[in-house]
Every structure is written in C-alpha cells, then in structure tokens.
C-alpha cells in the first residue's frame, strides 16, 4: 500500500528508510509544477485519492514528488512523524513530555526539529521566493515559479478573512478547531501564510512511500491458508498483514488509518482457535 507522504529519514534505521507525515490541515499541498491540489486532496484527507491524482494527472507522470508549503507555527503544532523512533514521548507514556512538546510547547517536537535541520526533503527561508529558488534546487531543473505559487498562497491568506469561505481547507481547519482536541493539539490557529510573524516559511519535498504489504495469503474465516483452488491447504494458518490485514483485510481497501492492527489480532485469534480445535479433534 503506498501514499505520497514520505520522506528521506536523515537517520535512517535501514537503507532507503522512508518516514511517513501524518499532517493535521493547514499546510499547502503543490504538485511538483506547483499548482495547488483540488479538493479533496487536502493534507489528512483522502490519502488514496491524492495518489491517484498526483500519480494519473497526465504531465505530472514523470514527476515523483509533491510539496507542502507551510510556516515555522504549522510546523510547531501540525506535524507528527510515523515511527515509534519518532514518538519518544507515546512510546515511554511520557504524559508530561506529551504535554509540553505538543500542546503547550513552543517550537516543534525535537524529532520534527531535527528532520527540520537535517532532513534532505526540507528548505526554510525568510520569503516566498528565497524558498522557492531553494525548493527548486533540490529538482533537477527548476520547476516551480514564484510568482505563481504566491498568487495561490494570497488566494488562499485572503480567504481567512471571510468567514463564510468556499476555500475546502480553510473550512477544514475551522472544522478541525471545532474540537477541543484538535485546537489544543494538532491544528495551529488560521493565519496568513505570508504573515513574517508566523514564520519562516517551510518548504516539504514529498515522495511516494510504500508502508504496508496488502497481503498475499488468501484464508478462509479460521484464517486456514488457501490454495490457488479455494482449498484449505492443511496445517497452514496465516494472520495478520500477510493475510491482507494490515491495511484492507476486514475494513476494506480504502480503510481508515490507525484500524489495521485490530483486524491482525483479529485474524491471529482465529488462527489460534481454529488450530487448537484441530489439534484437539
Ligand atoms: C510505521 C508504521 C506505523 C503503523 N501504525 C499503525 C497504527 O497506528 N495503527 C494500526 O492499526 N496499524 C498501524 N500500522 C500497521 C500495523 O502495525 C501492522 O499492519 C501490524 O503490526 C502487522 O502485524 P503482523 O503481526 O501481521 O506483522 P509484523 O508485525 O510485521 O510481524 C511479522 C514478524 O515476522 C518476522 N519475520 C519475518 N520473516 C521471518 C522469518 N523468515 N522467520 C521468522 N520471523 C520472520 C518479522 O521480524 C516480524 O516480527 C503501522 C505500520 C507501520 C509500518
């Protein structure tokens, strides 16, 4: 299963290891001639239908990548990386440290910080076009123009002055603040992406990222394996991402994220069932 959401991890755990921006709603997302995406291809929403565009759109099928546009205060509330590496705070229960880097903390979470500063995908700059020429230096040819992108951010900046906007993301990022989670947590406050206060400016290169493996065993409902024929093949169980759920499997092919290890411990209590049952009679 891929997504196009990755990123060069500048520390990598094994080679061409790939990190995977779970985005809350704010940052800008260009396709790699820098066109802003339509709707729904909104940073955390239809992830497979943003790959679809940006993988069948017909003059961008040379292209690998597609970038966020964002500020230094997105950067501080909006981006979590995948990877218990990259979660120290969840992965210890640290609730304090929890706490202080993502809700009340000023500036990003150290590991966010650190892709920042050293990760191959990230330019930071002052201005619209300082960022731009440095986003362009990480393509082979320059792709991108300045004044262009900046008539979309101003498009978009001007839509936060009304308050009945059209604009899908900016009603997005209201929406998200509606609850009191997101607006503490994980959606910064609607503001001006030109506004200097809330910068610098971000600029994220991203690439397609495979993550999980769709399965290839077919099983029946006690998860025995199945032959090509539909024929259970005896003795052989098989569970879990293998099985096809670790994402698809029992939510299927579209399923929401964060649901695919139920569906693994699901399958793993069957097989356990159905082979000691065997193993009994
Ligand atoms: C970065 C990341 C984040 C994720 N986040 C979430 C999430 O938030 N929520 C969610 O629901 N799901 C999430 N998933 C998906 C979920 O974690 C996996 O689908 C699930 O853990 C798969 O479990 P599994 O037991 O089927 O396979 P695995 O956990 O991959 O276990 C397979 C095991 O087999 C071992 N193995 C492989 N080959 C051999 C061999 N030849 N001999 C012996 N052992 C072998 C491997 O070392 C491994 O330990 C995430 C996945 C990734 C990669």
New binding site residues.
């Given amino acids: 299963m891929a997504l196009h959401r990755g990123l060069h991890n500048w520390s990598p755990v094994w080679p061409g290891h790939g990190i995977?921006i779970l985005p809350g709603p704010s940052s800008l997302w260009f396709d790699a001639l820098g066109r802003r995406l339509p709707a729904p291809c909104l940073p955390g929403y239809d992830t497979l239908g943003t790959l679809r565009h940006l993988r069948t759109t017909a003059d961008l099928a040379e292209h690998d990548h597609s970038w966020f546009v964002l500020t230094q205060k997105i950067i501080e509330k909006e981006f979590a990386l995948?990877?218990s590496e990259q979660n120290p705070d969840i992965t210890a229960k640290d609730r304090r440290a929890f706490l202080r880097d993502r809700v009340l903390g000023k500036g990003a979470p150290a590991p966010v910080e650190a892709f920042k500063q050293h990760g191959a995908d990230f330019v930071v700059a002052a201005t619209l076009e300082e960022l731009v020429s440095k986003m362009n230096a990480l393509t082979a040819e320059p792709l991108l123009d300045a004044a262009s992108m900046r008539r979309q951010i101003q498009a978009r900046d001007l839509q936060l002055a009304n308050p009945y906007s059209k604009d899908a993301q900016v009603q997005g990022i209201r929406n998200s603040r509606r609850y009191l989670g997101d607006r503490l947590g994980r959606t910064a406050a609607p503001h001006r992406l030109l506004d200097p206060a809330a910068g610098p400016l971000i600029g994220v290169k991203l690439h397609v990222l495979t993550?999980?493996s769709l399965g290839g065993i077919q099983t029946d409902l006690n998860s025995r394996a199945l032959r090509p024929d539909g024929t259970p093949l005896p003795g052989l169980y098989a569970?879990?991402?293998?099985a096809g759920?670790?994402?698809g499997g029992v939510h299927g092919y579209n399923a929401l994220?964060?649901?695919?290890?139920?569906g693994?411990l699901f399958s793993?209590r069957a097989a356990g069932r159905a082979a000691a049952q065997a193993t009994a009679s």
């Fill in positions: 995977r995948s990877g993550r999980k569970a879990g991402e293998v759920f670790g994402g994220e964060g649901t695919f290890l139920g693994c793993g």
